[in-house]
């Protein structure tokens, strides 16, 4: 090993340990917010700097291996940095350190009311170490505990803010984790007492001799694992429950992290230890077609923003899993380009979401409207990643799809055609599918938002039987069902009467009168004088929080990661590159087991 790759030996616990250890000293400076803040980001900031030097070692010279305190394979742990693991660990701590400022935003704008930093901090740092540990990880028992150790943190910032939603939701998760967990564990004890060793490298060379029986059985538990993880069809149905419900930077994390994270251990597995299993190939061929099937048929069926992209999330993991079902270097670099672009359009549009909601105070299209006019800003935040998403030339999201249809052009096989059809028919649900979001949200006029029928104003009681008055005797605007969409609220109508600190904000058109608080309920008359203070449209619900203007920090973080995957379009050649290595040296094998084994053996002779 060469002096420079002796240097990033050395550093490359560094993306595990620095998280951690800054997890420890953002707890300890809790009373010290704007100290915690900077801490975190420096700390990401230093992570994917050495994440991007490793990525340009183990391109230019190979796998990096490390066994940390020179224990030798198989009692100690190995970390392992190939093209493959740094190029995983470079785009996932990239769109953390994004999503870390985004939040920082978030939490000054509501004043950290849903999201204290004291918990937030410290546990996304854990996070972003469990995520870190996965990715280098070249032992399968330290794999399970970067999973856990993300999963963990995962329960915790899930949750934050104690709603009953986000409570519910997070009981789901963790029930569905737990099961995935124990399924790997399982997984762990038979591969252990089938060829007596965890490391990754081992097993794979000693995997050959087990009987294909056995083989299969230990394939096919490791292979549940993961797909829970990964939300594979079938074991997809818990995603779209979970994630909408938490806070926008949450949500925009797992989106681009967690599922990624299992969709690697895919990668890793089948291509390191189940490289030529017919059986599992036609069932992950089969699972990939039904996930970008149905997820696309559920994105299309929604209304609400979040629920919509949870869907798509799903559908664009089945593109993943396409590529490593062929297991040819063209189908497996397509499937890790293909990682790298969604991770980042991903996460940028759950941030998205996050000002949408800030904006108009709900995320369903069924109550929102006026948006680009609203702000334009937003309008272009979300109009260049909805488009990435849905496979628009010459984007990355096109330059990933079209590298999958090539390969499975390439592979000529029934079953593979039938992928290629299935594939084009989910970018165009997909297109579809933001592009509601697109039409009703945006382009719509606010003033074309189906409304209520008139409350009568000498009414005193409700359906049910509920007062309809306000304390001052003005009848109050009643929500409905409207839109297509069967109990989906419509918006509110009204004249502001009154303006009043700690509630609602309007986004409706009066200059003068922009952003100003009101009451809800809004009345329907002008105050006593005569003179009404803004007429209009009220966008949102009873206590959302709209304002036309869009958060600086939490604006330039979503802009940096609009940016970022744009970059990814004008570098999407050299990106191609280095995901064909990568696919090429994961379908050989040799060149991550012979640095596993050089490594061992240099540790042997050092002693």
């Not at 996460?347 to 369903?364: D, H, K, M, Q, R």
């Amino acid at each position: 090993m060469n002096p420079g790759s002796t240097l990033l030996a050395t550093l490359m616990p560094l993306p595990v340990l620095l998280p951690l250890l800054g997890a420890g000293a953002t707890l300890v400076l809790s009373r010290r917010p704007t100290l915690q803040r900077v801490l975190s980001v420096a700390v990401l900031a230093a992570v994917v700097v050495i994440a991007a030097l490793l990525l340009v070692a183990a391109v230019q010279n190979g796998p990096i291996v490390v066994t940390v305190g020179s224990w030798p394979v198989p009692l100690g742990i190995t970390l392992v940095a190939d093209p493959l693991s740094a190029l995983m660990l470079l785009t996932s701590m990239s769109v953390t350190l994004a999503v870390l400022v985004y939040a920082i935003g978030q939490g000054v704008y509501d004043r950290d009311e849903a999201t204290p930093i004291t918990i937030f901090h410290p546990t996304y740092l854990v996070l972003a170490a469990g995520v870190a540990n996965a990715f280098l990880s070249g032992d399968l028992f330290n794999l399970y505990v970067g999973f856990e150790v993300l999963l963990m943190a995962s329960y915790v910032l899930l949750t934050l803010g104690g709603t009953r939603s986000r409570v519910r939701a997070g009981v789901t998760y963790v029930v569905v984790n737990v099961v995935s967990s124990l399924v790997f564990l399982v997984g762990i004890a038979l591969v252990y007492a089938a060829v007596g060793t965890l490391n990754l490298a081992q097993i794979s060379t000693r995997m050959e001799a087990v009987p294909p029986g056995t083989a299969l059985a230990i394939h096919l538990v490791l292979l549940t694992a993961f797909g829970i993880k990964a939300a594979v069809f079938p074991l997809s149905a818990w995603l779209p429950d979970s994630y909408p419900t938490a806070a926008a930077p949450v949500t925009a994390v797992f989106a681009g992290l967690l599922t990624k994270v299992g969709v690697y251990s895919i990668i890793r597995t089948e291509t390191l230890i189940f490289p030529d299993s017919a059986v599992t190939q036609t069932l992950l061929l089969v699972a990939a077609g039904l996930t970008m099937l149905v997820g696309a048929l559920g994105a299309i069926a929604q209304a609400d923003i979040k629920r919509i992209l949870s869907f798509t999330l799903v559908s664009h993991i089945g593109y993943m899993i396409f590529g490593v079902a062929l297991a040819t270097p063209l189908g497996v670099a397509g499937a890790v380009f293909y990682v790298v672009h969604h991770i980042t359009v991903q996460a940028t549009l759950f941030c998205v979401v996050g000002l949408v909601e800030g904006v108009g105070g709900s995320t369903s299209v069924t109550r929102l409207g006026g948006l680009m006019r609203a702000s334009p800003i937003l309008a272009v935040l979300w109009f260049v990643p909805a488009i990435n998403l849905g496979g628009i030339p010459p984007l990355s999201g096109f330059v990933g799809k079209l590298g999958l249809v090539q390969a499975g052009v390439a592979d000529g096989s029934a079953l593979a055609w039938v992928l290629v059809a299935v594939s084009v028919l989910t970018s165009l649900l997909t297109l579809y599918a933001v592009t509601k979001v697109w039409v009703l949200a945006f382009w719509r006029p606010a003033e074309q938002i189906p409304v209520p029928d008139e409350p009568d104003p000498t009414a005193d009681q409700d359906e049910d039987g509920g007062d309809d008055e306000q304390e001052d005797g003005v009848p109050a605007a009643r929500a409905s069902s409207d839109g297509g969409l069967p109990g989906a609220p419509a918006p509110r109508t009204g004249t502001l009467t009154s303006v009043r600190p700690g509630t609602a904000r309007t986004i409706a058109g009066a200059e003068g009168n922009t952003g100003a608080e009101v009451d809800w309920p809004v009345a329907r008359t002008a105050p006593a004088d005569g003179v009404p203070l803004l007429s209009g449209r009220l966008l949102g619900a009873p206590g959302d929080r709209v304002s036309r203007r869009l958060p600086k920090v939490m604006a330039g973080a979503t802009c940096a990661l609009v940016a970022l995957g744009l970059a990814l379009t004008v570098v999407a050649g050299p990106l191609y590159d280095v995901a064909d290595q990568a696919a090429v040296d994961l379908v050989a094998r040799t060149p991550y087991i012979d640095a596993v084994f050089a490594q061992t053996v240099d540790d042997r002779v050092a002693r």
